[in-house]
């Protein structure tokens, strides 16, 4: 006896009229366009300044008013903020229960897909999350396991093996193509890092317990072999809308295509001129390639600025207009016409650091609350100067991206070293190195700071096994530092570097490469003393200066201004924008520049930062650089400054004013 399938459709409701809302009034033409748009794959290139929250807001509102249920619509963000407040909106724009829709981080979602089927994948109910620290904890742990000489100071440590997993998992590539891509210095162990990767999988399984990349790596897994499950989520999310689509990395894309893949009703919100995490994994050829991968695909550009003057968008659109991979568009401003960015050639960076806070002075004058300032940069070592000059003007600043120059782990570490070789009675610098070494922990290091004190040598100690070769290479680099009481501080950095802090860098910092520029900027700097002695005095002032204990009531104490790396100020904005150290070969770094796709990711990454201002914008480049070893060498600008017409902006002259006395 055989059977007939019939099908049966289920009809959606319409919305209620109570509840119209009047998008044509509410949106400006493009936005209204994509807000409308009939369903199918719609990429919405959203430029900067220009809605793409409200857009993303109206389009869920849109589709409920119009008889979709709220849980057949996913909506996918970066931040589960992001979700939250996005729905919070629709909630004020509409009188429904939207309880039942999902909304959230990528990873959010998947966690609840793996909660309801994870014996699919061979977990247990009840599986554990791993955060950072217990997943580190589990691949050191392999580590001990793994027969890897605990004495091999060139084998990286667990937290480099999870960012080496990590990449992996989200590039959807082998150990050794992340290898050979970004940790090339560690090529040799390929076999042994492929071993630990294998290792750290089944021992998460052991325990069941899961780290936050499987949680899209197993949620895509379930997807690709389960076919029954695969049609209910695609049957039960009707309409996926995802919001920053061009920070999304390849596991992201296929979990998305993969939801789509039955009915297509995709809309992706973003934009490829604000593409600029490649380094942590984001794809660009997601959205660039998001029209090929789905047939018919609806190209909806929103180009209405309404953050910066016509001016600043001016520089912005000539700029990213150079790029020959993009979705061409022109911002254009709602804002009236304001003043045109200012272009300024400094001699140094140290006289940039005294432009950048005079300036800012000066706006505090002129009626600019310091917490609507912010100097951007492309890394953290270009700020080292204005740091220190902000500092000795007592001006209060935020750091986004991170601690103070003087404050990071490196720094003080390399310090340390210094201090102890002029001072060893130094016992806090003596710890903080002793604690580096592998398998000395707090008591150890207490008796081997009671044997040097006792001797006055580092020579002929009991230390573990473990730690006996770096023992060995500090004791021979402490009696090199002792032994010349000439050598300025900048070779002694050199020397730490050379003998022991370069190589415990690679193997202990996933960003040994940013750190290593920090030290380098920090020898530079260095390069100015002659004393040792004077130069970590310096670094200390530096480091516990308190920069919000402002004097003379030039600011209340809830108002500082902000020093953040671009890739830390996307998504924010400020009424002035200064943007330092374009010289090329810093920014854009020459390293990026040795591939045309690194070399327009780094002018994107200057186009964030140009559309980051509403009103003032500042473009500052020093013609000169110290260097330790090689004196001052001429900076070229940032060819970056060569993009646009020099009538954009105005050109500022720079003079230097003259003391003078009578006689």
């Not at 500090?474 to 370069?502: F, K, M, T």
């Amino acid at each position: 006896m055989s059977f007939t399938p019939h099908t049966y459709t289920l009809k959606t409701a319409p919305g209620t009229a109570a509840a119209r809302i009047d998008y044509a009034s509410l949106l400006n033409e493009q936005q209204w366009a994509a807000v409308t748009a009939k369903p199918g794959p719609i990429l919405v290139i959203a430029g900067a300044g220009s809605g793409k929250t409200r857009t993303l807001t109206y389009r869920v509102a849109y589709l409920v008013e119009h008889g979709v249920a709220p849980d057949q619509i996913l909506l996918l963000t970066f931040t589960n903020k992001a979700a939250k407040e996005m729905l919070r909106r629709v909630t004020d724009l509409l009188p429904q229960d939207l309880s039942r829709m999902w909304g959230g981080t990528f990873h959010h979602v998947g966690h609840r897909i793996l909660r309801r089927h994870a014996e699919k994948v061979g977990l247990e109910a009840g599986f554990s999350i791993l955060d950072r620290e217990d997943a580190k904890d589990l691949v050191a742990s392999c580590l001990a396991d793994s027969g890897v000489d605990p004495k091999d100071k060139l084998f990286p440590k667990a937290e480099v093996l999870m960012d080496i997993f990590s990449l992996a998992a989200n590039k959807e590539k082998g150990i050794a193509s992340i290898l050979a891509e970004s940790y090339e210095y560690f090529s040799e162990f390929e076999p042994k890092i492929s071993e630990l990767s294998q290792a750290f999988a089944r021992r998460k399984r052991k325990v069941n317990a899961v780290d936050y990349d499987d949680l899209l790596t197993l949620t895509l897994k379930l997807l690709q072999e389960q076919e029954d499950l695969r049609a209910h989520y695609q049957q039960r999310f009707q309409h996926i809308l995802v919001d920053e689509y061009q920070d999304t990395n390849r596991i992201q894309a296929d979990l998305v295509d993969i939801l789509g893949g039955q009915h297509h009703q995709i809309m992706v919100v973003g934009d490829d001129a604000q593409s600029i995490y490649s380094w942590r994994g984001a794809n660009f050829e997601n959205i660039m390639k998001f029209p090929e991968r789905h047939a018919g695909a609806q190209v909806i550009r929103i180009e209405t600025n309404y953050r910066s003057s016509p001016e600043i968008l001016q520089v912005a659109n000539a700029t990213i207009s150079q790029n020959t991979r993009q979705f061409p568009k022109e911002l254009r401003a709602v804002k009236q016409s304001g003043v045109k960015p200012a272009l300024i050639a400094l001699d140094d960076s140290r006289q940039q650091a005294m432009f950048v806070a005079q300036r800012v002075l000066e706006l505090r004058e002129e009626g600019v609350d310091l917490r609507d300032i912010a100097v951007l940069y492309r890394s953290h070592f270009h700020s080292m100067e204005i740091q220190m000059e902000l500092t000795r003007r007592n001006i209060p600043f935020q750091i986004t991206s991170g601690l103070r120059f003087f404050e990071q782990a490196h720094i003080k570490d390399v310090a340390a070293y210094l201090k102890f070789s002029l001072n060893m009675r130094d016992e806090v610098a003596f710890r903080r190195l002793a604690l580096m070494l592998p398998g000395v922990g707090g008591r150890t290091a207490l008796k081997l700071w009671e044997g040097v004190t006792a001797t006055e040598m580092m020579k002929g100690h009991k230390v573990p096994a473990k730690a006996a070769t770096a023992w060995e290479q500090w004791a021979n680099l402490h009696e090199q530092l002792r032994g010349d009481a000439s050598l300025p501080p900048g070779r002694r950095i050199q020397l730490v570097l050379e003998a022991v802090y370069e190589d415990y860098l690679k193997v202990k910092y996933p960003n040994a490469e940013n750190r290593l520029e920090d030290l380098q900027q920090l020898i530079n700097y260095a390069a100015s003393f002659t004393d040792t002695g004077e130069f970590l005095a310096q670094l200390s002032l530096m480091s516990n200066l308190d920069t919000e204990a402002v004097s003379g009531g030039l600011v209340q104490e809830d108002e500082s201004m902000h020093l953040s790396s671009i890739h830390q100020a996307k998504g924010l904005e400020w009424k002035v924008v200064f943007v330092v150290m374009l010289c090329d070969g810093l920014f854009p770094s020459s390293r990026s520049c040795e591939t045309e796709e690194g070399e327009e990711e780094e002018r994107r990454l200057f186009y964030v930062a140009v559309t980051r201002a509403e009103e003032e914008l500042y473009l500052t480049h020093p013609q000169i650089r110290t260097s330790a070893g090689y004196g001052d060498t001429w900076q070229k600008p940032s060819r970056f400054l060569m993009d646009f017409p020099r009538e954009f902006c105005n050109v500022w002259t720079i003079r230097a004013e003259t003391p003078w006395s009578e006689d």
